[in-house]
Nanobody, 122 residues
């Protein structure tokens, strides 16, 4: 069992940066690859980024070059550094843990956090 708690969301202006954090509790954190997804109002859940237990990242084209996913296995933490934020990045962002799979599809994930709101507006 893995519990995930996101933090770091907020209201920012276009062009600003924000770092989301995801704290994982439970055993064997390195057993899991970790992902970030987001859901905007009236839209479906969307893949954002994924990181293997070794630290290799993969990104959606919409955030590539602006967002960076990282993890600290010693602290059971996953981060999403978001730079040059745009209004279309506005969404609830979810952290998720995956034991097996490619990482880009939501239904592959085993555990989910409750989400943190990110609003990008001038």
């Amino acid at each position: 069992q893995v519990q995930l708690v996101e933090s770091g969301g907020g209201l920012v202006q276009p062009g600003d940066s924000l770092r989301l954090s995801c704290a994982a509790s439970g055993r064997l954190f390195t057993r899991y690859a970790m992902g970030w997804f987001r859901q905007a109002p009236r839209k479906e859940l969307e893949f954002v980024a994924f990181i293997t237990w070794r630290g290799r990242g993969n990104y959606a084209d919409t955030v590539k070059g602006r967002f960076t996913i990282s993890r600290d296995n010693a602290k059971n933490m996953v981060y999403l550094q978001m730079n040059n934020l745009k209004p279309e990045d506005t969404a609830v962002y979810y952290c998720a843990a995956l034991e097996n799979g490619s990482g880009s599809t939501a239904n592959e994930y085993d555990y989910w956090g409750q989400g943190t709101q990110v609003t990008v507006s001038s």
